[in-house]
T-cell receptor, first 111, second 109 residues
Framework: NAGVTQTPKFQVLKTGQSMTLQCAQD?????MSWYRQDPGMGLRLIHY???????DQGEVPNGYNVSRSTTEDFPLRLLSAAPSQTSVYFC??????????FGQGTRLTVV | KNEVEQSPQNLTAQEGEFITINCSYS?????LHWLQQHPGGGIVSLFM???GKKKHGRLIATINIQEKHSSLHITASHPRDSAVYIC???????????FGPGTRLSVLP
């Protein structure tokens, strides 16, 4: 039982490049979400999913895409990286009414 | 949108002290969560509360739904408690969190 696994841990991108942040959980949680953490801003919701095939936007969705083809995986795609997307990204999963589990985070720098 | 505030922003304590971190929110919630983030960045859920009080080891969390306020207490604090403590609220199904800004705690030996 690995919990929530996020990869990569660190990434440097050039402006305009695209990449996918991976998130996988092995707890059969229906709910998964992506957050970004910026200094002085706290964590903010990017996208979330309440089950396979269902996704929705959070507070700061622009520049990001998600899909949920399986219960286990919830990748976050950066379409054309911008310096404003430099941040630490966290994936989380949970069952309704229970505590959330967080991944270890991905520190992304866009230059 | 729910606004979540925490106080204090920063807290330095001596080992053994009793510590209280406060959280207030602006609209009704389905649950309140206390999270711990250590240097190095990982986030761990400490408590999920919808009413009353919960205790785990030296940590106690309380919530007052009418006053929209929660407190996290640490008894007999230890340097390993040094971390950022984050209050988060969820509303309805899906547990979309709204996070507070965090409280940075340093416990000195």
């Amino acid at each position: 039982n690995a919990g929530v696994t996020q990869t990569p841990k660190f990434q440097v991108l050039k402006t305009g490049q695209s990449m996918t942040l991976q998130c996988a959980q092995d707890m059969n949680h229906e709910y998964m979400s992506w957050y970004r953490q910026d200094p002085g801003m706290g964590l903010r919701l990017i996208h979330y999913s309440v089950g396979a095939g269902i996704t929705d936007q959070g507070e700061v969705p622009n520049g990001y895409n998600v899909s949920r083809s399986t219960t286990e995986d919830f990748p976050l795609r950066l379409l054309s990286a911008a310096p404003s997307q430099t941040s630490v990204y966290f994936c989380a999963s949970s069952r309704r009414g229970l505590v959330a589990f967080f991944g270890q985070g991905t520190r992304l720098t866009v230059v | 949108k729910n606004e979540v505030e925490q106080s204090p922003q920063n807290l330095t304590a001596q080992e053994g002290e009793f510590i209280t971190i406060n959280c207030s929110y602006s609209v009704g919630i389905s649950a309140l969560h206390w999270l711990q983030q250590h240097p190095g960045g990982g986030i761990v859920s400490l408590f999920m509360l919808s009413s009353g009080k919960k205790k785990h080891g030296r940590l106690i969390a309380t919530i007052n739904i009418q006053e929209k306020h929660s407190s996290l207490h640490i008894t007999a604090s230890h340097p390993r408690d040094s971390a950022v403590y984050i209050c988060a609220v969820s509303m309805g199904y899906g547990q979309n969190f709204v996070f507070g800004p965090g409280t940075r705690l340093s416990v000195l030996p």
